[in-house]
């Protein structure tokens, strides 16, 4: 990085930080602090929900993954506008009547105090999981790339969070998404149009789109039925739909976003924002990734992206075997630029040369067999190796090709996204264990004041936390995958139990917390046995809480006392079995 680069990474970082600190210092009641007086207007609870979602992951992995599978990433939100619809029409309208601070005291007024518990401590182990993984998903990136210390960057991103989160709550969680949001899209809208430029001067972007589709990068829809397929329309769709729904209507990182709104409308309005704007913001960031494929059609590219693994078998006895590969990979690029030159002036004359195609196909196929050559040569090395270097593309294309000055501003996106993410999880961590458990322990009338410095002190203590578990991110593996998949284990359960909650009244508090026990222990089962993809785990979750509840409420109706007492000792049972069994193989596979 260049000096330049510095001054603009650390004046954006700066300033977003004191901004939101100053902006919004000397909240002084529970109201404020935690739903910032209801004031938020439309456009920012909008900026803000997407900001929450907009992880540095979604920068990072996003244009990666298009580089290697091409748009059909895109499926994923399909089912994201309708899940809109449905929590503006339903979840908001319950919310604002019953003037709540978090979406799980709406639960104990509709069931009692342990299916409210044990939703907001599903909701506190996942969050928190996934709070950690946002700081520590860029920042194992970026260290391997820069050379940084990676706990001296967990601490970095951490502590700069905490500080303005602490000082402002929820108004300053709102008002900093704002600036992160302009830098994000400004720094990806240069981008793109800085790949345009540097593409061949007779590479028009139709004849660009043209090269992508010939390697099958712009295959949008899949409507395949195997349930082994992770996004195709139907994932999307269904799986999608229950994800979003769940997410932005249960999980309090989202739904403390909208709560913050000045009215019932204006929370509607925000949501139905981003409902319109997220597909086609996910879609050019995979667009990105499509054009860094292309630009890599006429520019050499490493054989694989993550330095960690190069480094690795460079000190390796497979070093001469790697080397072998990129040997290869350089005639391949070579013979691939060439091809890709003359492919151009045929498509620049409205004529598609059909073996000039069908030869960059086969040089394209030829550079993918060289790669899985060269990851399985990285696993003999080290056999716990994330050999999936997806989420190094992008980054790699940012030190190594954008001018100086802009690769500062992209580094401020991938921070400024990380920021944006990890505020909105403390900040709805800190809020739910003030309200949803601190205040049930210890009942009885309390000052605002106190309410504030406590979720002040809540706030702390979770960023401690996910600072903590990114510095311990590489006793695990495949951390970078996992932000979805963590919510999938845990969203369709809690998504269950609102979905009783709201729309059928026959179910009792009884069996909605029993059935929902049982039915996220059964979902973690699933996962670990890998039956589906986990995107289906959202609607088998909230599936199964829905019907084991209903079965159970239907038992307890036609049970007399005494066996309805049989009833609550058999799922007990189950439940304890269940999970001293789950327990017992986690600390087995950790220590195996």
Not at 228 to 235: E, F
Not at 427 to 433: P, V
Request: charged letters at 15%; hydrophobic letters at 50%.
């Amino acid at each position: 990085m260049q000096p330049l680069d510095w001054i603009i990474l650390t004046v954006t970082l700066l300033f977003i930080v004191a901004y939101g600190a100053l902006k919004t210092k000397g909240s002084q009641n529970v109201e404020e602090y935690i739903l910032g007086s209801n004031q938020t207007p439309w456009w920012t609870v909008g900026l803000s929900v997407m900001a929450t979602q907009a992880s540095a992951i979604t920068f990072l992995s996003t244009p990666g993954q298009a580089y290697h599978d091409g748009l059909g990433f895109v499926q994923f939100y399909f089912g994201l506008p309708l899940a809109m619809v449905v929590i503006c029409l339903t979840f908001i309208p319950i919310y604002h009547k019953l003037k709540v601070y978090t979406a799980y005291e709406f639960l104990e007024q509709r069931f009692d105090v342990k299916s409210r518990s044990l939703a907001a401590i599903i909701f506190l182990i996942q969050r928190g999981l996934g709070t950690g993984l946002t700081i520590y998903a860029p920042a194992i990136i970026l260290s391997s790339l820069l050379g940084w210390n990676l706990n001296a960057m967990n601490i970095a991103i951490g502590a700069l969070v905490i500080i303005y989160t602490m000082t402002g709550g929820t108004r300053a969680v709102n008002v900093t998404h704002k600036q992160q949001m302009f830098v994000i899209m400004s720094g990806m809208i240069i981008t793109f149009f800085i790949i345009l430029d540097y593409l061949p001067d007779e590479l028009s972007f139709n004849n660009a789109l043209h090269i992508a589709g010939a390697n099958d990068k712009l295959n949008i829809l899949d409507f395949s039925v195997d349930p082994d397929k992770r996004y195709t329309i139907w994932t999307g769709l269904a799986g999608g739909f229950f994800l979003a729904l769940s997410y932005f209507g249960t999980d309090q990182s989202q739904v403390q976003r909208y709560l913050s709104g000045k009215s019932i409308k204006e929370s509607q309005m925000g949501l139905i924002m981003n409902g319109l704007l997220k597909v086609p913001m996910q879609f050019f960031i995979l667009l990105i990734g499509v054009m860094v494929f292309v630009f890599f059609q006429f520019h050499s590219a490493p054989l694989h992206f993550n330095p960690n693994n190069t480094n690795s078998i460079n000190k390796s006895v497979y070093k001469k075997d790697y080397n072998a590969l990129e040997t290869q990979l350089k005639e391949v690029a070579a013979e691939k630029e060439e091809i890709s030159h003359l492919y151009v002036g045929q498509l620049h004359q409205d004529y598609d040369n059909k073996e000039l195609h069908n030869r960059l196909v086969s040089l394209n196929s030829r550079e993918k067999d060289l790669r899985e050559q060269a990851r399985q040569l990285i696993e003999k090395v080290d056999k716990g190796a994330e050999t999936n270097d997806k989420d190094y593309v992008f980054l790699y294309f940012i030190l190594n090709f954008l001018p100086k000055g802009l690769v500062g501003l992209l580094l401020a996106v991938i921070f400024s996204a990380a920021m944006s993410s990890s505020a909105s999880g403390l900040n709805a961590l800190a809020s739910t264990t003030s309200i949803d458990i601190y205040k049930r322990l210890y009942p009885g009338e309390k000052e605002d004041k106190h309410m504030v410095n406590m979720t002040k002190l809540f706030t702390l203590f979770w960023g401690l936390v996910a600072i903590l578990f990114a510095c311990f991110g590489t006793l695990f593996e495949n951390l970078i995958q996992l932000v979805n998949i963590i919510g999938s284990i845990f969203y369709g359960t809690v998504l269950g139990i609102f979905l009783v909650a709201f729309y059928i009244k026959y179910i009792k508090a009884d069996a909605m917390f029993w059935g929902a026990f049982l039915a996220q222990l059964i979902i973690i089962v699933v996962y670990e046995s890998d039956i589906v993809s986990f995107l289906w785990l959202n609607v088998l979750g909230a599936a199964l809480a829905i019907g084991l509840s209903f079965l159970l409420q239907a038992m307890y109706n036609s049970a007399s006392k005494d066996l309805y007492k049989v009833i609550s000792r058999v799922c007990l049972s189950l439940v304890c079995l269940m999970s001293a069994a789950i327990i017992t193989y986690y600390i087995m596979k950790i220590f195996a």
